[in-house]
């Protein structure tokens, strides 16, 4: 990754905007819509400012005094001087999904949303909140961690009683309590090192995956696909654990 995505929290903070024009005005209703308080640059509370000035120079210079602040700084149009960019976003609030290039290309970011827009489905902040105030009901439900985890990526997977695009509701799928597989091993025969030629349900799995066995030279562009927190096991798979709880991919590479 070409830098870390993260999400911050902005309601009732101040933002330093510098500049003037259509350039300042986006960053302004951004600032806006996400709770912030658009300020000038000599607020001493702000922690992160964005400046818009079409002069080169003039544009320099601030980020510099704000960086040299301690602020976290992104200047328009300008990638090079920014410490943080902002994505394309698709808002269903609680859910936030957002498309960064890093700067390359503004206009494919736009155009990945607008095509996520169209797929996804409105009723996913609708989930997202039922889901949220049914933590505790979980924990009775699952009161393993593991279990929980399991539990819902099983319900949320395509076909499940929470898949978001079919008509989910939380409340049945509590009720019906589904306990997860105990154990279950996939295993992925990697015919090349791009991960675009794994199948949907091998994209799958690692992305559920509890642990990841594969070989010391196993391809990074697939180990990345699988879940971060997931336990990435360099072993032969005549020693990998039989009867681990949840679920384990080995990776096997074909001949290619």
Same mark, same amino acid.
């Given at each position: 990754?070409?830098?870390?995505?993260?999400?911050?929290?902005?309601?009732?903070?101040p933002?330093?905007?510098?500049?003037?024009?259509?350039?300042?005005?986006?960053?302004?209703?951004?600032?806006?819509?996400?709770?912030?308080?658009?300020?000038?640059?000599?607020?001493?509370?702000?922690?992160?400012?964005?400046?818009?000035l079409?002069?080169?120079?003039?544009?320099?210079?601030a980020?510099?005094?704000?960086?040299?602040?301690?602020?976290?700084?992104?200047?328009? $149009?300008?990638? &090079? =001087?920014?410490?943080?960019? @902002?994505? %394309?976003?698709?808002?269903? #609030?609680? +859910?936030?999904? !957002?498309?960064?290039?890093?700067?390359?290309?503004?206009?494919?970011?736009?155009?990945?949303?607008q095509?996520?827009?169209?797929?996804?489905?409105?009723?996913?902040?609708?989930?997202?909140?039922?889901?949220?105030?049914?933590?505790?009901?979980?924990?009775?439900?699952?009161?393993?961690?593991?279990?929980?985890r399991?539990?819902?990526?099983?319900?949320?997977?395509?076909?499940?009683m929470?898949?978001?695009?079919?008509?989910?509701?939380?409340?049945?799928?509590?009720?019906?309590?589904?306990?997860?597989?105990?154990?279950?091993?996939h295993?992925?025969?990697?015919?090349?090192? $791009?991960?675009? &030629? =794994?199948?949907?349900?091998? @994209?799958? %799995?690692?992305?559920?995956? #509890?642990? +990841?066995?594969? !070989?010391?030279?196993?391809?990074?562009?697939?180990?990345?696909?699988?879940?971060?927190?997931?336990?990435?096991?360099?072993?032969?798979?005549?020693?990998?654990?039989?009867?681990?709880?949840?679920?384990?991919?080995?990776?096997?590479?074909?001949?290619?």
């Open positions: 990754m070409h830098s870390l995505p993260l999400f911050v929290t902005l309601t009732g903070q933002v330093i905007l510098l500049g003037t024009g259509e350039p300042a005005e986006a960053k302004r209703r951004l600032i806006e819509r996400a709770g912030g308080i658009p300020v000038a640059d000599e607020h001493s509370a702000a922690r992160i400012a964005f400046v818009a079409e002069d080169e120079a003039q544009a320099r210079d980020a510099a005094r704000l960086k040299a602040r301690g602020l976290l700084v992104n200047v328009v $149009d300008r990638p &090079d =001087l920014c410490d943080f960019t @902002t994505p %394309a976003i698709v808002d269903r #609030d609680p +859910v936030l999904i !957002a498309v960064s290039t890093g700067g390359a290309s503004s206009g494919l970011a736009a155009a990945l949303r095509r996520l827009e169209a797929i996804l489905p409105a009723r996913l902040g609708a989930l997202a909140s039922a889901l949220k105030a049914a933590k505790a009901a979980m924990r009775e439900a699952w009161p393993d961690a593991r279990d929980r399991r539990a819902l990526s099983e319900a949320l997977a395509p076909g499940g929470l898949d978001p695009f079919g008509t989910p509701s939380v409340d049945p799928w509590l009720e019906a309590r589904i306990a997860p597989a105990a154990s279950a091993v295993v992925i025969h990697l015919h090349s090192d $791009d991960p675009d &030629d =794994l199948t949907v349900r091998d @994209t799958r %799995a690692l992305g559920q995956a #509890d642990r +990841v066995i594969h !070989a010391p030279d196993a391809p990074p562009a697939i180990l990345a696909r699988a879940r971060a927190d997931a336990a990435r096991l360099p072993l032969a798979a005549e020693s990998a654990p039989q009867d681990a709880p949840g679920l384990t991919v080995w990776l096997v590479k074909a001949e290619y």
